[in-house]
């Protein structure tokens, strides 16, 4: 009788185990959200149109494998290249969760935008200096809408962004001008 006990606990605790291993492998997969374009795959060259180069506009972007509990999206575009410190393109929050595109030339719905380094609300293309550049367009998933009137900086967004990001997503693309 004091066998069976034994084997019964030892057969519930394996269970109990492998139920904890299995939650565990799907929320890795929540943080396996993904941000990709049509317009350059991860690494490759942005083109042109989405530069100060041709027509300045954003590239469409697209939203994958969205964590459960996200509330809200922000979306920084910046250049850790350029001469000084980092230059921010574009700072856009409180996308709709129910977001899995944001079109070409277009912000979403009732979303915000911040000012950028060229003290613009709206996209402000690449545009380096000199040489190749990095572009970071780095997706926030939130358990929230941000409190944050239009118009603030990305300092501001990071700020206000602390303690509530579910998971983020990174597309990197490259440009040198002609």
């Not at 690494?43 to 809200?72: A, F, M, R």
């Not at 001469?83 to 393109?89: A, E, K, L, N």
Request: net charge negative; aromatic share 10%; with cysteine.
């Amino acid at each position: 009788m004091r066998i069976r006990l034994i084997i019964v606990i030892a057969l519930f605790c394996g269970a109990v185990l492998l139920y904890f291993i299995a939650s565990k492998k799907d929320a890795s997969k929540e943080g396996d959200m993904r941000l990709t374009s049509t317009a350059f795959q991860e690494g490759e060259k942005i083109p042109s149109q989405y530069t100060c180069d041709g027509d300045d506009v954003n590239p469409p972007l697209h939203i994958s494998e969205t964590p459960d509990g996200t509330v809200s999206f922000a979306l920084v575009m910046d250049d850790p290249d350029a001469p000084g410190s980092t230059w921010d393109h574009w700072i856009v929050w409180d996308i709709s969760p129910d977001t899995n595109e944001i079109v070409e030339n277009s912000v979403p719905p009732n979303a915000r935008q911040g000012t950028n380094d060229f003290q613009r609300l709206q996209w402000g293309g690449p545009c380096p200096p000199n040489g190749t550049h990095r572009y970071i367009f780095t997706l926030y998933a939130l358990d929230t809408f941000l409190d944050l009137e239009e118009g603030a900086t990305k300092d501001d967004l990071e700020q206000v962004m602390q303690g509530h990001i579910l998971a983020q997503a990174q597309l990197l693309g490259y440009y040198q001008r002609p």
